[in-house]
């Protein structure tokens, strides 16, 4: 009876371990997949679309501000939902950085999705996977490309002020620095190129093209002129004017045109096609919408995949402004 008893103890020792072992061995190698919430939350992607798509119907440039606002988190310290918590006697949060004080915007619609999908499904979708859906949500609704989206992310606790100021690329770069900044983070010159091509769609502030409009000469005369009415050379910071003046609110290959007409808004824009090493990849989306689309979506795709938090790192905020 005695050795029965102390073998029984041994096999649920190795059972117990086993299970350790497994569960171990999951949080290591947590793995993002486009079924995490299919039975946790079955709604929950449908509830984002809804939303997205009620959003960009009342203002397209909604579309641009979502998928920027996925751009700006991801960039920073990975796909976290870092951006979107607010400062605090304790934390000091990314919404004052430089790329992002007076020009991030979504956040309320951010607010309204998680507010439907806590009631749907209590503490369990992240604000991390809202942003990287509500991008892609947005871009097929302005006519992009679709693609799947891994899911299964989880929240920061924490952001930082100092990498949003020095990570997300600004509208001065030069093409080298473009290059360099994107590489910092993985990806191709190529992939970068089909990234920019987000400026498709959206606006961009006066403070952030005058220095283009009025001492470069990389710039079609017309074009200038035309801007220079609404962006004077001092006052009107806020004035907006759009990225892609073809086609603002319709995600095609316009702006890439735009650049060989050098109609290119921000300096960044026109670098890349300024005789520089990436004039070709611009005329190949030029001449083939539908490279720029697989290489935008698959671009994307792996812009998701940055540095997410799984398993039982992060949390699942419960309000996207602020830790649990």
């Given at each position: 009876?005695?050795s029965?008893?102390?073998?029984?103890?041994?096999?649920?020792?190795?059972?117990?371990?086993?299970?350790?072992?497994?569960?171990?061995?999951?949080?290591?190698?947590?793995q993002?997949?486009?079924?995490?919430?299919?039975t946790?939350?079955?709604?929950?992607?449908?509830?984002?679309?809804?939303?997205?798509?009620?959003?960009?119907?009342?203002?397209?440039?909604m579309?641009?501000?979502?998928?920027?606002?996925?751009?700006?988190?991801?960039?920073?310290?990975?796909?976290?939902?870092?951006?979107?918590l607010?400062?605090?006697?304790?934390?000091?949060?990314?919404?004052?950085?430089?790329?992002?004080?007076?020009?991030?915007?979504?956040?309320?619609?951010i607010?309204?999705?998680?507010?439907?999908?806590?009631?749907?499904?209590?503490?369990?979708?992240?604000?991390?996977?809202?942003?990287t859906?509500?991008?892609?949500?947005?871009?097929?609704?302005?006519?992009?490309?679709?693609?799947?989206?891994?899911?299964?992310?989880?929240?920061?606790?924490?952001?930082?002020?100092?990498?949003?100021?020095?990570n997300?690329?600004?509208?001065q770069?030069?093409?080298?620095?473009?290059?360099?900044?994107?590489?910092?983070?993985?990806?191709?010159?190529?992939?970068?190129?089909?990234?920019s091509?987000?400026?498709?769609?959206?606006?961009?502030?006066?403070?952030?093209?005058?220095n283009?409009?009025?001492?470069?000469?990389?710039?079609?005369?017309?074009?200038?002129?035309?801007?220079?009415?609404q962006?004077?050379?001092?006052?009107?910071?806020n004035?907006?004017?759009?990225?892609?003046?073809?086609?603002?609110?319709?995600?095609?290959?316009?702006?890439?045109?735009?650049?060989?007409?050098q109609?290119?808004l921000?300096?960044?824009?026109q670098?890349?096609?300024?005789?520089?090493?990436?004039?070709?990849?611009?005329?190949?989306?030029?001449?083939?919408?539908?490279?720029?689309?697989?290489?935008?979506?698959?671009?994307?795709k792996?812009?998701?995949?940055?540095s997410?938090?799984?398993?039982?790192?992060?949390?699942?905020r419960?309000?996207?402004?602020?830790?649990?």
């Open positions: 009876m005695g029965y008893h102390a073998g029984s103890c041994t096999a649920t020792n190795i059972k117990i371990s086993f299970s350790l072992f497994l569960l171990l061995v999951g949080v290591a190698s947590a993002l997949s486009p079924t995490f919430y299919s946790s939350c079955p709604n929950a992607l449908s509830t984002i679309k809804s939303a997205v798509d009620s959003a960009v119907s009342s203002e397209a440039r579309g641009a501000s979502l998928l920027r606002l996925h751009f700006h988190d991801c960039f920073v310290n990975g796909c976290d939902a870092s951006v979107l607010d400062d605090t006697a304790t934390l000091t949060g990314e919404k004052t950085a430089g790329p992002n004080a007076n020009s991030l915007r979504g956040f309320d619609v607010d309204t999705i998680k507010t439907q999908l806590e009631s749907l499904c209590p503490k369990v979708v992240s604000c991390a996977d809202i942003l859906v509500a991008a892609r949500d947005s871009i097929v609704a302005l006519g992009g490309p679709t693609y799947t989206v891994p899911l299964g992310r989880r929240d920061a606790t924490t952001a930082s002020l100092s990498a949003a100021n020095s997300i690329p600004g509208p770069l030069n093409l080298a620095a473009l290059i360099s900044a994107f590489s910092n983070k993985g990806f191709t010159a190529k992939e970068m190129v089909a990234l091509g987000s400026h498709t769609i959206g606006q961009a502030r006066c403070t952030t093209f005058r283009r409009l009025y001492n470069e000469a990389n710039i079609n005369a017309s074009f200038a002129t035309s801007l220079k009415s962006c004077p050379s001092s006052g009107g910071d004035t907006l004017s759009p990225l892609d003046v073809t086609s603002p609110t319709s995600f095609d290959n316009a702006y890439f045109r735009n650049l060989v007409s109609k290119g921000l300096h960044s824009d670098q890349l096609y300024s005789g520089g090493s990436t004039n070709t990849i611009v005329d190949a989306y030029i001449s083939n919408t539908g490279t720029f689309r697989a290489d935008f979506a698959n671009a994307m792996k812009m998701g995949n940055l997410p938090l799984t398993g039982t790192n992060g949390q699942i419960t309000n996207c402004r602020k830790v649990n």
